[in-house]
Every structure is written in structure tokens, then in C-alpha cells.
T-cell receptor, first 114, second 111 residues
Framework: EAGVVQSPRYKIIEKKQPVAFWCNPISGHNTLYWYRQNLGQGPELLIRYENEEAVDDSQLPKDRFSAERLKGVDSTLKIQPAELGDSAVYLCASSSSGGYNEQFFGPGTRLTVL | GQNIDQPTEMTATEGAIVQINCTYQ??????LFWYQQHAGEAPTFLSY????GLEEKGRFSSFLSRSKGYSYLLLKELQMKDSASYLC????????????FGKGTRLSVIA
């Protein structure tokens, strides 16, 4: 079974530029999460999707961040414009319904904003 | 509010036993997870506790006391490959709700 796939793995941009991250969850997983992990910190939730609906985006900085999950499968997270403080690893995770809902994480995209 | 505390760093010797503690204060509780994260890689699931007591899985065990808001991860027969960050995470309500993560404990295993 393929795991959560993310691309790109690394991205370096200058501040004020736009950037987008892509995530393909594990097949059959209805729930998709985007987390941000700063160096030396644990992951922090940005947004959670149940199928194509964003059900928890309270931590998403909506002035510059946007996300979508068309057709309830793949998801894209966008930052426009990027700021220096956005440098972090952006993790995508997915889980199935029922049970204790273990979250499976992708390898992340390491963003560096110069 | 939600608060999860774990030591920032620990060092242990190859072949030894190490215990990584985690204390939490959350508005509700519906399970505690431990994840392992090697540098530059994704967190990977280690264990899940929802009831009090010890869960054992090979060299790794996890303990939970809900009344004390306390958990620990026990690693036995340490190997060099166990050098990683160990993340404690709590789910405060049921279902597919997000996890609240601690900052992680960076474990260094030395020869």
C-alpha cells in the first residue's frame, strides 16, 4: 500500500513569491490534514478536510494561506505571498474513518523563504 | 487550553533502557499517541493508549495514567537507529479530530 505522497520535497523561494504544495493521501482515507512543523517543534494543524469539506481551518492564516481538496482526494496548500516566517516543514497526513484513526504522515515539504 | 510537556533532549547508551515522559493538560481526552520522527522524515506511529496501563509492542512500551495526565514511552535494548525525535500527541475528543502534539524529545543513542 502506497503511503501519503507529497511534492515537492524541498522548495526555496524569495519572500513575497507564491508557493504551492501537493498531497495525495492513502487511497480510501477520507480525512486529510495539513500540519506545519517548525524546527524543534511538534506539528501544528493548519486545516483538516473530511472528504472535500474543510471542517477545521481555525489555525490557517487566511490572509495568505489557502487550501483545496477537489473531488475529496488530492489536496493543494498555497501561500501567497510567502513571508520569512513561513519557513517550515509542511506535513500532510491522512486517516480513515472509524477505529482510533491513526494518522499516516507524508514526508513533508521543507520550505525555505529567503 | 491544551498543553503537552516532554523533555527537549535525552541521551542514552546503546543496549540500555530509556523512558521518555509526557504530561498533558487538555480540555478532553480520547487517546494518546507516540510517534517517532527521524531527522528530515515523516512522523511514524509507534503506539496508542486510551485506557490506563501499559501497552507493549516489541522493544517499545507505552504507559498511560489518565488521572495523572501522564504517559511514558519505554525503549528497551536501545539501538543506534533509535536516535530520533519522539512526539507525544493527544486527541482531546473522539473521531477524526486533529492531534495536539508536544514539541518532541530528541533522543541520542551513543555507543
Amino acid at each position: 500500500e502506497a503511503g501519503v505522497v507529497q511534492s515537492p520535497r524541498y522548495k526555496i523561494i524569495e519572500k513575497k513569491q507564491p508557493v504551492a504544495f501537493w498531497c495525495n493521501p492513502i487511497s480510501g482515507h477520507n480525512t486529510l490534514y495539513w500540519y506545519r512543523q517548525n524546527l524543534g517543534q511538534g506539528p501544528e494543524l493548519l486545516i483538516r478536510y473530511e472528504n472535500e469539506e474543510a471542517v477545521d481551518d481555525s489555525q490557517l492564516p487566511k490572509d495568505r494561506f489557502s487550501a483545496e481538496r477537489l473531488k475529496g482526494v488530492d489536496s493543494t496548500l498555497k501561500i501567497q505571498p510567502a513571508e520569512l516566517g513561513d519557513s517550515a516543514v509542511y506535513l500532510c497526513a491522512s486517516s480513515s474513518s472509524g477505529g482510533y484513526n491513526e494518522q499516516f504522515f507524508g514526508p513533508g515539504t521543507r520550505l525555505t523563504v529567503l | 487550553g491544551q498543553n503537552i510537556d516532554q523533555p527537549t533532549e535525552m541521551t542514552a547508551t546503546e543496549g540500555a533502557i530509556v523512558q521518555i515522559n509526557c504530561t498533558y493538560q487538555t480540555s478532553g481526552f480520547n487517546g494518546l499517541f507516540w510517534y517517532q520522527q527521524h531527522a528530515g522524515e515523516a512522523p511514524t506511529f509507534l503506539s496508542y493508549n486510551v485506557l490506563d496501563g501499559l501497552e507493549e509492542k516489541g522493544r517499545f512500551s507505552s504507559f498511560l495514567s489518565r488521572s495523572k495526565g501522564y504517559s511514558y514511552l519505554l525503549l528497551k535494548e536501545l539501538q543506534m537507529k533509535d536516535s530520533a525525535s519522539y512526539l507525544c500527541a493527544v486527541r482531546d475528543i473522539a473521531g477524526n479530530t486533529p492531534l495536539v502534539f508536544g514539541k518532541g524529545t530528541r533522543l541520542s543513542v551513543i555507543a
